[in-house]
């Protein structure tokens, strides 16, 4: 296997804490009145920034929640409630590292090997941002959308649930010394 069974812990909690900072979907609009916009969303985070504007007038930061309720009423709306579940699911993916994190002994002797749950989790959230970058495309929001973070956040679930889990220490051949 790629990674060795005692680093698949460290990778769970690295790739979910790499997911937060990857935007899952960027999107260009331009035509929109007499300038262009940039939304770069995040899985618990969306950043708008509007071209032509001053750049402190021209940034807009919005969670999953009130972006949704912005967009209440229009044919978009249904993208950004999927978002917003995805968001969810990330955030209890972030929630269990966290605690993976700080409490490692702990974490491993729960019911479910905490590597397969966050491989889970951000499986999930990488489905479910998927299915909402499919929406935002085809309930016509305009413009160029990058699902860059979907990719990854795919890739690093299914990397968690296929990486070699083995205790290492009641089975593990001790290392022989050099040849003399």
């Known amino acids: 296997m ?19 900072l ?22 618990l985070v969306q950043i708008r920034y509007s071209f032509g504007v001053p750049l402190a007038r021209g940034i807009a930061v919005t969670d999953p929640l009130s972006a949704t309720a912005f967009q209440q009423g229009q044919t978009i709306a249904v993208a950004y409630r999927v978002w917003t579940l995805g968001a969810a699911v990330f955030a ?23 590597v397969r749950l966050l491989g889970t989790l951000l499986l999930t959230a ?22 860059v973070g979907v990719g990854f956040l795919v890739l690093f679930g299914v990397l968690l649930l296929i990486v070699e889990r083995t205790d290492v220490g009641s089975d593990a ?3 022989s010394g050099p040849a003399t």
């Open 173 to 175: 051949e001790p290392e």
């Open 92 to 114: 209890l993916a972030l929630v269990v590292s966290v605690v993976y994190y700080r409490r490692e002994s702990w974490a491993e002797s729960w019911a479910v090997d905490p």
């Open 126 to 147: 990488g489905v479910v941002l998927a299915v909402a970058a499919y929406l935002l495309v085809t309930r016509g929001f305009p413009g160029v959308q990058l699902p």
């Open 22 to 43: 990857i935007p899952w979907t960027v999107t260009y609009t331009s035509g929109i009145g007499s300038g262009a916009l940039l939304f770069v969303r995040f899985p």
């Open 2 to 20: 790629w990674v060795r069974s005692e680093y698949a812990g460290e990778l769970a909690v690295l790739s979910t804490w790499l997911s937060a």
